[in-house]
DNA sequence: CTGCCACCGTACGTTTCCGTACTGAGAAAA
DNA sequence: TTTTCTCAGTACGGAAACGTACGGTGGCAG
């Protein structure tokens, strides 16, 4: 019984691990490769540790914006859990590093053991529907500059260090807007003592202003989060 | 055994039927009522005949933000099914009209003797997740008269005349954009004959032209509708 | 060490939508 | 009828973000 970076895993109860972890796999994820394919099986199950993954829905064909960020707090391939193997939206890895994955049929066989597995996963799967709920409050009402502090902290959060590793052209495509803004913005933020920019990277430097600017727009399902799963 | 108006319950075996119509209360449901409180306990669970409900994310104070639309295709409180009574979201009364409500507690009792019960309800869970994704994808990509376009499309597929009864101010708060910039669109629309607009009320006129108006940004949760429930 | 390429900084005219506010018209109440 | 209230139409200056584009820079590959 291992000591799980992953929080859901880290969760569970002695007799779920026991489930669970003759099955789980380690895994390295390189940056910009796609775990889920949108209208594609969901093959694996992946719980992240240090990688960071976007769910990202389509509009069109090439236009791409992101509606939830999934790291060592969650789980990706809710949909299993729903009752289906697809979903319309696409999953990739955001951030490279280590998680740990199942096969979506073995997870389906165990939570057809465990009842209490199924319900922790589900109360995941609440608390990251509220976060594409507030996505959806963020697109419509926030202004760039607090979108941005928003994927920063969410990002943040899920990272060990103080260090984002992305570009500004990335961040553009997740929050749907122009690479300029992005960088303008990160400009402003920089020059205000938020962050530290470096070519890839960003650090962050003053997190309490970067939580005030973002405002209500962060916070609501990291609180669901802290409530359901703790 | 009744004949359903509401699709969940019109898809249910007939066991399932069983089970559920002794507590199935019939209501009706006057504008603006609320039926889901942020963050206070869901006391029923709605399924709704005629009734559309808005499901509502809280920005700060009373800044609002639609996130998603239920009407005769699905069931409100789907937070019960997620293992938790409440959420930070509200839900309320779009257009009146009636619905079979049945007590939280009650449903979670007959949850846990029916598998396929839970199944038909997460599947909607799943179908629900992807329209509030969908709407992070229009909020945040775009344009007012395309959101518009969508909206009343949804509203229309839930609606059993071609008639919705609102007004241009609470579109506005749905869609978290001004007032006068809802009248400008319909304008645009009634101009061109999508809609005829008369106080209070929009009546759809040419449906396929609104489609077209929309493009990819309605459709994706209506296409995994039909492919999961049917 | 040099060339290349991905990444970042900046600029400018344009579009979309906002904030605010005033006016008129339909419906319901007095 | 007259009043009152909600709802809809219109206007104007301004902010935010867009599309596009060009030049600079850090860092890796040859």
């Known amino acids: 019984m291992k000591k799980h970076r992953n929080r ?12 669970l972890e003759p099955q789980l796999q380690p895994v390295q994820l390189e940056k910009r490769r796609t775990i889920e394919a949108p209208n594609k099986t969901v093959d694996y199950v992946y719980f992240p540790e240090t990688v960071i993954a976007s769910v990202v829905a389509l509009c ?9 960020l999934i790291g060592c707090e969650g789980v990706s391939g809710l949909t299993v859990l729903m009752g289906d193997l697809r979903s319309p ?17 073995a997870l389906r066989t165990i939570l057809l053991k465990s009842n209490s597995l199924r319900e922790l996963l589900l109360r995941f799967g609440h608390v990251f529907t509220t976060q594409i709920a507030q996505t959806a409050v963020a697109n419509g009402r926030a202004k760039l500059e607090q979108r941005l502090a928003r994927w920063i902290l969410m ?7 103080d260090d984002v590793a992305i570009t500004h052209e990335f961040l ?39 939580e005030k600017l973002a405002g209500h727009f962060y916070g609501v399902p990291e ?8």
């Open 223 to 230: 609180a669901e989060f802290k409530r359901l799963i703790g």
């Open 89 to 105: 939206n696409s999953t990739y890895i955001q951030v490279e590093g280590e998680a740990l994955r199942i096969e979506a049929d």
């Open 155 to 161: 990002a943040h959060d899920r990272t060990v260090a």
């Open 60 to 68: 069109g064909r090439e236009d791409r914006i992101e509606v939830g």
């Open 8 to 19: 859901l895993l880290a969760a569970l109860s002695p007799a779920d691990q026991n489930l």
């Open 172 to 210: 553009a495509v997740m929050l749907g807007v122009r690479r300029a803004s992005v960088t303008v913005a990160l400009d402003r933020f920089e020059k205000k003592g938020f962050i530290i920019a470096r070519r890839g990277r960003i650090t962050v430097a003053d997190r309490k202003a970067i």
